[in-house]
């Protein structure tokens, strides 16, 4: 089953490195999704991807995971809207969504956080969204509510744990191990990570 990495004009490429190295390293091939099969994007590092798949091609019963990242566009109008469409077709199909960063703000315009335990930024740059879902704010690095995780921009390792926990790339220990040593650059969880 493949990973599906949402990527768009601006998109925030430090965001979701952690996560899809760290799921293609252990067997969760990860694909581009993009606006347009043949159009180019550019994030805001400046790197120009070709998305592998259309938006509109993409179906949750063929994938494992939405990773939505941060972008400026996010808050710059609607131009994103579909892609916070589609992760109400996932959720709505039992197919996890991972939103980081401004990714979060798209999915409460969208209504996806009103009912669902949730983190981002801070809570008035969501309730700047007029959702519904204040009382499930939780402020801390990262949330996973069923099949939906959330982070702030400032937690991509954290955001990480919360996707390679869900999807089993890593359990229990080794996934602990996996956060101290990117985390907290912990030398003897680099042992127990590998052992």
Do not use: Q
């Amino acid at each position: 089953m493949t990973v599906h990495l949402a990527v768009y004009d601006t998109f925030a490429d430090w965001e979701t490195g952690h996560a899809t190295a760290w799921l293609a390293r252990t067997g969760h091939p990860v694909r581009t999704v993009g606006p347009a099969a043949d159009k180019p994007v550019t994030s805001i590092g400046g790197l120009r991807v070709l998305p592998e798949l259309a938006l509109e091609e993409l179906r949750p019963e063929d994938s494992e995971l939405l990773v939505l990242p941060g972008a400026d566009l996010w808050d710059a109008g609607d131009d994103l809207a579909p892609f916070a469409r589609k992760a109400r077709e996932f959720l709505d199909a039992g197919v996890p969504v991972a939103a980081i960063c401004g990714a979060t703000a798209g999915l409460a315009r969208e209504g996806l956080l009103d009912d669902r335990k949730h983190t981002s930024a801070v809570s008035f740059y969501l309730a700047a969204t007029g959702y519904a879902g204040g009382g499930n704010y939780v402020d801390t690095d990262a949330v996973t509510d069923g099949d939906l995780i959330t982070a702030g921009p400032t937690e991509p390792v954290a955001f990480a744990r919360e996707v390679l926990g869900r999807l089993g790339a890593f359990e229990g220990s080794r996934l602990d191990a996996w956060y101290r040593l990117f985390h907290d650059s912990d030398p003897a969880a680099y042992e127990e990570l590998n052992s």
